[in-house]
């Protein structure tokens, strides 16, 4: 089945450090690819989304742009904060499933220190 | 803003015990879901659906049952539990349009079989 590979478990900054948090995908036909945020105790949060070849996802100073050559979708912000601290979900959506099953990847922690 | 409520929050259960775990949506949103999370696995889906009635299997069914009984609720049954399903399970909604993919979570359900 499709899946999705965050390469890094934790990653720690400092505050106006960059980010980058690779994320890798394998699926068969067009997915949908998603990044989620999770600040503790709490659910997971929609970031931001992208359904296409080269279509950049953005929300909250957070990027990624799809990659269908390297199937990749990384996450990236320029100057992080110590509030962006949470642990961030790289996510495809099915398109064998008209895109209603979404498949997670490991998460990767963030921790941002001042 | 869209709401998911899950109960109970935190359950102790014994090997063998039989738990369910509850999730209603006020947001008329058709999908629903069921995932657990563990370190290193992150989200792993365990049974969806996408109307009352209806039950998709997801990526780690074993040891689980599902039903969704309206629209509203959707519930998780474990009849045997066992420690290995000690986990945190998300139940999700999401609704069809433009946010396709866009899942909205709970808190979350801490499980813990002894």
């Known amino acids: 089945g499709d899946s999705v590979t965050q390469t890094e478990g934790q990653v720690a900054l400092s505050e106006e450090d960059f980010l980058t948090i690779h994320c890798n995908y394998s699926?068969?036909?067009?997915?949908?690819l998603f990044w989620y945020v999770q600040y503790p105790g709490e659910g997971p949060q929609f970031l931001f989304r992208?359904?296409?070849?080269?279509e950049k996802g953005s929300s909250r100073g957070f990027e990624a742009t799809y990659n269908k050559e390297t199937t990749s979708f990384h996450l990236q912000k320029a100057s992080v904060q110590e509030s962006d601290s949470a642990v961030y979900y790289c996510?495809?959506?099915?398109?064998?499933?008209?895109?209603?099953?979404?498949?997670f990847g490991q998460g990767t922690s963030l921790s941002v220190v001042p | 803003e869209a709401a998911v409520t899950q109960s109970p929050r935190n359950k102790v259960t014994v090997t063998g015990g039989n738990v369910t775990l509850s999730c209603r949506q006020t947001n008329s949103h058709n999908y629903m879901y069921w995932y657990r999370q563990d370190t290193g696995h992150g989200l792993r889906l365990i049974h969806y659906?996408?109307?009352?009635?209806?039950?998709q299997i997801g990526d780690v069914p074993d040891g689980y049952k599902a039903t969704r009984t309206t629209q509203e609720d959707f519930f998780l049954l474990l009849e045997l539990a066992s420690p290995s399903q000690t986990s945190l399970y998300f139940c999700?909604?999401?609704?069809?349009?433009?946010?396709?993919?866009?899942?909205?979570f709970g808190e979350g359900s801490k499980l813990t079989v002894l």
């Open positions: 659906s996408y109307g009352a009635g209806n039950l």
């Open positions: 996510a495809l959506g099915e398109a064998s499933s008209s895109f209603s099953k979404l498949v």
């Open positions: 699926a068969s036909g067009y997915p949908a």
């Open positions: 992208a359904s296409r070849d080269k």
């Open positions: 999700a909604s999401r609704g069809l349009g433009a946010n396709t993919g866009q899942l909205y």
